[in-house]
Every structure is written in structure tokens, then in C-alpha cells.
């Protein structure tokens, strides 16, 4: 039988505990989807209001030089790079995870011209199989798509397929994929490996290097925390750079930007990545996220995340016995920060669950979904939000019509 106080011990004993107070959460509620939008850095308001009123106001187009504004996207590459294993200069922060994926979808068909697949899995993030399908219809149709179902990926990797791409992991279900396993495994087949790391940087230990991935991308507003709509990223390995041709040609991927040549020639390395004007004002907090998160050992952020996704799902049986079926994989080393439960009126129950300030989210048709954010959530909040699904459930207030009502974010 787990206890309230027992949690507050393990508060206390938390070395990522510090962290909670770098964020402004609001009072009265326990939140558990950071993985699909991360909390406000307190650094952050006060950074903006800077860089608007001195940066942007006094310093005007100078603060392009003087401010630094020109190398910022690189300045947080690296940053990121340092949270997923990669060099120095392989990580550009650009664009959205959507656009990323089109570009080095594109990059990966260009550097193996004699095939035709692209292998995905059919419970991959959408955004993901849409881009795809829709680079592949650009191209003439002469691209086909195949997609594994969970657990067949390699099944479906042949000597036609110019690349596979994954998410790390799953957002549906936080299962993860084993890198470097599957990377090499599809390598053996000629195929280039693409990453999708929404649900991995700032989350789960990510070693791209290591795993010798060709390609990956990932989200800034997430484990990041750079706010609503926050830049991407994308990572090529270094010794790609050379040969990358990516599908998007701006003039701040030129060479020589300030040259204002007629003819495209890409700048050096990953530099060609960035491809028009970045996006200062949503750089600007995911350089305080990325910050943040580069200070937390993601050995301690880790081991913390799986000890709460654990008892977060022991808590609830303890509370709701029978009421749900766990989804996310019972294998530590198989999932990611979250956890993934099924139950029928899954929507309603979430939507009730919110109603009483624990903020989870739901995933069709019939998951929710409860993010795991180390350097936020306490494990006395944990006990909060299973003793109030709880009380739901035993009370069955999900079922007031009002939870039942569809809106346009789940
Ligand atoms: C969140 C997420 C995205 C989001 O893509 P955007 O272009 O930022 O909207 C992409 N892929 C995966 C796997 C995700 O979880």
C-alpha cells in the first residue's frame, strides 16, 4: 500500500527537485502533459520583455550583429545537439517538426536515387505519414509508403527502401524503439534512418552518435519547454554534410547570403538548414528551455521518470482497481516519460480529471495519455492525480454530458 507521506519522503530525497521552482505553474494544479506543451521557464517573460524593448526597440536591425540574433539558432543547435549525443555544428534549429521531416525526407530520397521506399510504422504521429505521402505525390508518385504494424518494422525493411523513418517514441503509446538496434539492423540493408525525437529530447537519453543515425528531428515545445509553436530541430550526421541536398534552397542557407548571388550554392555543413530569416522572438525562450534542461543530469531525469511513470500506474490501480488497461510497455527500457492507459470513455474521464486541475491529455480513440515531466512534477502530485481519477471513477462523474463534448485540441 503506497502512502501520501511516502511520497513526500521521495520529494525530499529528489535531487531534480530545485528545478520545480524554475517554472511558473500555476497553483491548485498537477501537470502532466509537458510532453505535448512545457511549462513557462520563469526566465522566460522577463527574457522576451528584453529582448522586444532593447533588442528589437533600441537596437533595431543591429541587434542582427551586435546582438547576436544571427548565430542564436545555432547557439541552441548545440545546445540541443548536447541533449541527444551529437556533434557540435549536426543539430539546426529551424522551422517546424513538419517541415524538418520534408526536408531531410527529401535530403535521404536524394542520397539513394535507386530506391523507392520509404518505410514508417502505421501508428507513427500522422503529421509524419502526411508528410511523407505528401513528398512522395510531389515527386510524381513513383515513391511508395509502407508501413509496418507495431513490432514489424524491420519485417518491411528491404533492399528497395531509401529510408526509414520512426519516432523514437511512441506518442500514443510511450513505447520506445531501440536505436542503435534498429538503426544498425536497417543500415545492413542500405536503407538511412530517420529519428523522429518529439518524445525524446529533454526526456529519455538519446545518443545519436553512438547509434550512428543518418538523420532525426524534434520538437522545441515539449520536453524543451520553448513555448507554444517553439522552432524544431533537425540533426544530420556529420559525415552526411558534404553530399546533403535538402529540398527547401533559401537564401540563408546560401553560401554567401550577403553576397545576393543569382545561383544557389549551400552553405557549408548543416548551415544550408536554416533556410529563411529565424524566428528571433520563438528562439528566444527555447534558448532559456534548452538551458534549463542542459543543467539537469539526464541520468537523474531519467531514472526519475521511470520511477514515476511506475508509480503513477501503481497509484492508480491503487485507487481505480480494474478501471483502466495499461497501454505503455511494463519494460523500463521500453518507453519513453509517459504513461498510456485505455478505458472506453477515455475522453470523458480526462476531460473530468481536468475539470479537477490534474491536466493530462487523451489520444484517440480511447487513451490517456500522462506525461512525465522530472523537473516539474513532484511525487506527492502523483498521489494527487490518481486519488482524484479515483474518486471519479468511483463516483462515475465522468459521466456528466458535459465531458462528453469534443474540442478542437483533446
Ligand atoms: C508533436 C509531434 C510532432 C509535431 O510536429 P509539428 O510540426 O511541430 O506540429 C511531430 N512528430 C511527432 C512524433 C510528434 O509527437
Given at each position: 500500500m503506497l502512502t501520501r507521506a511516502a511520497l513526500e519522503q521521495l520529494d525530499r530525497d529528489d535531487p531534480l527537485a530545485p528545478f520545480r521552482g524554475r517554472f511558473a505553474l500555476p497553483p491548485g494544479v498537477v501537470y502532466l502533459d509537458g510532453n505535448s506543451l512545457g511549462p513557462l521557464p520563469r526566465a522566460t517573460p522577463g527574457r522576451i520583455a528584453e529582448v522586444v524593448a532593447r533588442e528589437w526597440g533600441e537596437g533595431l536591425i543591429r541587434s542582427w550583429n551586435d546582438a547576436g540574433w544571427i548565430d542564436l539558432a545555432t547557439r541552441v543547435g548545440d545546445g540541443i545537439a548536447q541533449l541527444v549525443g551529437a556533434a557540435p555544428g549536426s543539430v539546426a534549429v529551424a522551422d517546424s517538426t513538419s517541415v524538418n521531416l520534408f526536408k531531410l525526407l527529401g535530403a535521404a530520397l536524394t542520397l539513394r536515387p535507386g530506391r523507392r521506399v520509404i518505410v514508417s510504422e502505421r501508428d507513427n504521429f500522422p503529421t509524419d505519414l502526411y508528410v511523407a505521402q505528401g513528398l512522395a505525390a510531389f515527386l510524381g508518385g513513383r515513391h511508395a509508403i509502407r508501413l509496418a504494424e507495431p513490432g514489424g518494422v524491420m519485417d518491411a525493411v528491404g533492399d528497395d527502401t531509401a529510408v526509414v523513418m520512426l519516432s523514437h517514441v511512441n506518442y500514443r503509446t510511450g513505447a520506445m524503439h531501440d536505436m542503435a538496434a534498429v538503426t544498425r539492423a536497417a543500415q545492413e540493408r542500405g536503407a538511412l534512418v530517420l529519428w523522429d525525437l518529439a518524445h525524446s529530447a529533454g526526456a529519455v537519453p538519446v545518443d545519436l552518435s553512438a547509434a550512428d543515425a543518418d538523420f532525426a528531428v524534434g520538437c522545441g515545445y515539449k520536453f524543451l519547454n520553448g513555448g507554444p509553436g517553439a522552432p524544431a530541430f533537425l540533426y544530420v550526421a556529420p559525415h552526411l554534410h558534404a553530399g546533403l541536398r535538402l529540398p527547401i534552397t533559401g537564401w540563408l542557407g546560401h553560401a554567401a547570403p550577403f553576397a545576393f548571388e543569382v545561383e544557389y550554392r549551400p552553405a557549408p555543413g548543416l548551415a544550408q538548414a536554416v533556410v529563411g530569416t529565424p524566428p528571433i522572438l520563438s528562439l528566444v525562450p527555447l534558448e532559456v528551455g534548452v538551458g534549463l534542461a542542459l543543467e539537469a543530469p539526464l541520468s537523474d531525469v531519467r531514472a526519475k521518470s521511470l520511477r514515476q511513470v511506475a508509480l503513477l500506474a501503481a497509484l492508480i490501480e491503487q485507487a481505480a482497481p480494474g478501471a483502466f488497461r495499461r497501454v505503455t510497455p511494463d519494460v523500463p527500457a521500453r518507453h519513453g516519460s509517459?504513461?498510456?492507459?485505455?478505458?472506453?470513455?477515455?475522453?470523458?474521464?480526462?476531460?473530468?480529471?481536468?475539470?479537477?486541475?490534474?491536466?493530462?491529455?487523451?489520444?484517440?480513440?480511447?487513451?490517456?495519455?500522462?506525461?512525465?515531466?522530472?523537473?516539474?512534477?513532484?511525487?506527492?502530485?502523483?498521489?494527487?492525480?490518481?486519488?482524484?481519477?479515483?474518486?471519479?471513477?468511483?463516483?462515475?462523474?465522468?459521466?456528466?454530458p458535459r465531458f462528453a463534448v469534443r474540442r478542437a485540441v483533446t
Open positions: 509517459q504513461l498510456c492507459l485505455s478505458h472506453p470513455d477515455a475522453y470523458a474521464v480526462m476531460q473530468a480529471l481536468i475539470d479537477q486541475g490534474v491536466i493530462g491529455d487523451f489520444r484517440a480513440p480511447d487513451i490517456l495519455r500522462f506525461g512525465i515531466t522530472p523537473l516539474t512534477l513532484s511525487y506527492a502530485e502523483l498521489w494527487d492525480a490518481a486519488a482524484a481519477l479515483g474518486v471519479i471513477m468511483a463516483e462515475g462523474a465522468w459521466r456528466d
